[in-house]
Structures are given as C-alpha cells and as structure tokens.
C-alpha cells in the first residue's frame, strides 16, 4: 500500500483517534452478535496501547439517519470490546460535546474512549467540514482502520483527514494488500466466484477480472442475466433487462481472453419464494415460464467443484442461491465447502458470503475474509476510495491545519 500506516509514524503517548468499522449485529437484547468486525480492529487497538497513546474510538452502527435512536448506541459495544481488551473501555454518550472534549483531553496513557454512533450526527454523511473539525479537535493522530467504510466520503472517513495527519490501520492495510494482490500477483489458476444477485454491481469487477482469472464461475440472481443474454428462457426468474447488453459484452470478452466463463447447467426453481415451496431441480434449457431459478442444481455444483478443486487462488463473493432457505442452500454450502477443501490461498470479498460462511461453521478455515463488502468490490473493480485517498502518502504528508 502506496499510503502511510500507523507503524509509518511516530505515535507514542500521543492521542489517537481511530475510525473502526463496529457495525455490528445486536439482538433484541441489545447484546453483540458476531464481534468479527470488533476483533478485526484488535491488531491496531493492541499496537497504540503498546505505544502508550490514548486511544479515541469512532464508529457507525446501523442507519440512525442523522437523529439518536436508542437502540443504536454504542454502549453494547464498549462493553464487548473491553471484555475482549480485559480492560475498561470509557463510553461516551455523545459524539463531540465539551464533556467529550473533556473526556478526551483527561485520558490517560493506555485509557481507551469509544465515542457514541457517529449517525446520530447529520454531518457525518454530508462530510460537514465544522463536524469533522470537532471530531479532529480531540486528537493528535487520525488513523482510519475502518475499510468497510473506507468508500464513502463521510466525515470521519475524509474530513478529519483535512485537519490532522492521517494514516491507515493494520486492518486497512492488510485488507489492500490481499486484495491488491488478487490483481497484481495471483497465483495459478485463479478461479473467481461470483454471485448475489445484481449484475450491476459486479460489471466491473467482473470486466477488470476477466484480465487476470483463468475461469469465472457464476450463481445467484446475477447468473440468470448472462444466461438471458445468451438466449435462454429463464421463466420467473430475477433478470436485470438494463444489464443485457454488459453482459453480452462480459461474454465475449471471457471468449476472447480465453477465460472460462461459466454458467449454471441446472438450476432448483420453485413458483415462489418460501421454506415451504414446491421446488425442482431443472436444466437451464427448461426453466418453466411460471418458475424462477432460486439455487444452483447438482450437476452444476458438481463441475464447479471440480474446477475449484484445481485452482490456487479463489476469490469469492456473493451466494450461489438464497441460501437463508434450506430448500435453495445447497449450492451455496457446496460451493464453500469446495473452496473450504481447496489447497490454495482463498480470500472472500465479505457481505452475504461472510454470513453464509458463518451458518455453515467454514469461516475459520478461509484464507481471508475481508470486513467491507462493498468496498472489497470497489478495490477490485480498480476504482479509488475517499477514505484512503485522503491518507498520507508514504512520500510526502498531506496535513491541513
């Protein structure tokens, strides 16, 4: 990564203020439900409480919309942080007052302060520069090791970074560098896995991975876009008709860069979309006009299997079905257990393939996995995002004061 890091600088004793991504799952309890995201950040917590700083934490939960919804603080939070660190973690109950100011300025070397959810404020979204100054009025040190955020141009992603000298976490980098790394040295066959279900999402990440995979392998919605595009009827199936002619141009590209670009064969349809539908495994050539495609069919799990049996390098992100249902699971769970059982580096580009790696208990045996879904797609499909950008670079220091 071309951008300073917290290991760049000198950050000893100094107050640092950390943009992490705790955007977590809470129960009706208000308990954490899965502290992934929590524990990703560790590295870079433990490392500038190591340094003696005081150390400032910044984080979203949920969609407030600009107003405090009580449901959404951050106080669950602290608490399972500070289980985790085995030390307390100070929870402040606004974002930027002069008591948080206060709090702030009174920590102690190795004292930890969690601000609360920074969407209760309407300047975070809107990148309001005066918010930003007030989150940047707190610390010394801005370090942003939130990369599920990284891709949005809020304020305390970019505008803090106006205000105080701005580096990347450990988490943000180790993100960029696997992700960098799916582009620029992979090893062969590299074998991508794709599927959710918009193809607009993935049109280029999808164009910039037909440059450097040996075989791209398809499922969810998304599929039945392509196989619409190559003519076929897919009955009821979900279709984005916008996205036809990108994805006849994605098809061709695959042919002329020599890539295999695959398709389900079969697929499991039902007239509707519920635990208890009837459902049918059919050929893709037979998909009924009253049906619609909700899984990926054995014949095809079966050749997918085997391809990824070879590969070196995988890349997944996005489910082969809706694998929330049992009847539509079984291409998702067999697809990530064939990429579980693979003996190459495998690296899952978060979101629903996280959470399909979570049902199915096969996400500590994944390569990596990253925190930001849709940022993971941004650094693949080659696009630059705000809340790096806005770092210093390794050669010179960007710092407004």
Known sequence: MDKKTVKDIDVSGKRVLVRVDFNVPLNENGEVVDGTRIEAALPTINYLLSKNCKVILMSHLGRPDGKVEEKLRLTPVAEFLSELLERPVKKADK???????????????????????????????????????????????????AFGAAHRTHASTVGVANYLPAVA??????????????????????????????????????????????????????????????????????????????????????????????????VVVANELSESANH????????????????????????????????????????????????????????AQAIVDSKGTTIVGGGDSDAALKKFGLEK?????????????KVLEGAVLPGIEALMDKKKIRCKT
């Open 365 to 377: 045996t994944i390569s990596f996995i990253s925190t930001g879904g849709g940022a993971s797609l």
């Open 280 to 335: 049918k495994v059919v050929s893709v050539e037979n998909i009924p006009s009253d049906q619609k495609g909700l899984d990926i069919g054995p014949e095809t799990i079966s050749e997918y299997k085997k391809i990824l049996a070879t590969a070196s390098t995988i890349f997944w992100n996005g489910p082969m079905g809706v694998f929330e249902m049992k009847p539509f699971e079984n291409g998702t769970r067999e697809v």
């Open 95 to 145: 974002t930027v007052t002069d008591e948080v100011k206060t709090a702030a300025s009174n920590l102690k070397e190795g004292e930890i302060l969690l601000l609360e959810n920074l969407r209760f404020n309407p300047g975070e979204k809107k990148n309001d520069p005066e918010f930003a100054k007030n989150l940047a009025s707190l610390a010394d040190i801005y370090v942003n090791d």
């Open 169 to 266: 976490g450990l988490l943000l980098e180790k993100e960029i560098d696997n992700l960098n790394g799916l582009l620029e040295n992979p090893k062969k066959p590299f074998i991508a896995v794709l599927g959710g279900n918009k193809v607009s999402d993935k049109v280029k990440v999808i164009d910039r991975l037909l440059d450097v995979v040996d075989g791209l392998l398809t499922g969810g919605g998304m599929c039945f876009t392509f196989l619409k595009a190559k003519g076929l009827n897919i009955g009821n199936s979900i279709c984005q008709n916008e996205e036809l002619e990108h994805a006849e141009e994605m098809l061709k590209k695959a042919e002329k860069n020599k890539v295999g670009f695959y398709l389900p064969k079969d």
